[in-house]
């Protein structure tokens, strides 16, 4: 496993965490290690489909319908 150093901490934080730890049953270690894990855990990824269901129906078909391409002259 990977060690992790974090110098310069404010001595406020330093005491916050163990008296965090202790209410919870754990090493300052631990509770350090938790701190990241829930910190950094990648949110969950939402799919096209479920955007898309997500949006609000609104309008009719033809307020999204395109105007007619006639083309242009093009010069061979």
Do not use: C, W
Request: glycine content about 4%.
């Amino acid at each position: 496993m990977a060690q992790l150093i974090v110098r310069n901490l404010e001595e406020e934080i330093v005491k916050a965490l163990k008296v965090q730890a202790a209410r919870r049953g754990r090493s300052a270690e631990e509770e350090h290690r938790e701190i990241l894990r829930v910190a950094l855990r990648p949110e969950p990824r939402t799919s096209l489909k479920e955007v898309l269901a997500a949006m609000p129906a609104v309008g009719e078909d033809i307020d999204f319908q395109r105007a007619p391409d006639y083309g242009r002259d093009v010069e061979l």
